[in-house]
């Protein structure tokens, strides 16, 4: 059982930037691929970045590749998304994702959720 725990989030004026962090508990997190998935108002849950168990390995979203950088610490059980140039189009509920299958990460299958932190960016 992994529990997942997201902060970070919060009012944000465009262009700027913002961490989230995802603290898991739980046993062999080094063994679990993460990712981070968004929501944003009326629309289906998406895809934004995952990474594998050792963090060798880093996937985006065309839509946030350049800008957003997922990292891991597999000491502290952390997680974390740094977001640069944020635009509006950003604001969402970012959710934290956890499985030991990287592939039921990316395709927003994970077996673990976080319960998600509202980033919300201003024009």
Known sequence: QVELVESGGGLMQAGGSLRLSCAASGPSFSRYAMGWFRQGPGKEREFVA???WAGGNTYYAD????RFAISRDNAKNLVTLQMN???PEDTAVYYC??????VRVK?????????????????
Not at 63 to 66: A, L, N, P, Q
């Open 107 to 123: 395709a927003n299958s994970a077996g673990y959720w976080g319960k998600g932190t509202l980033v919300t960016i201003s024009s």
């Open 85 to 87: 140039s944020l635009k």
């Open 97 to 102: 994702a956890a499985d030991m299958s990287l």
């Open 50 to 52: 995952a990474i594998t």
């Open 63 to 66: 839509s946030v590749k350049g």
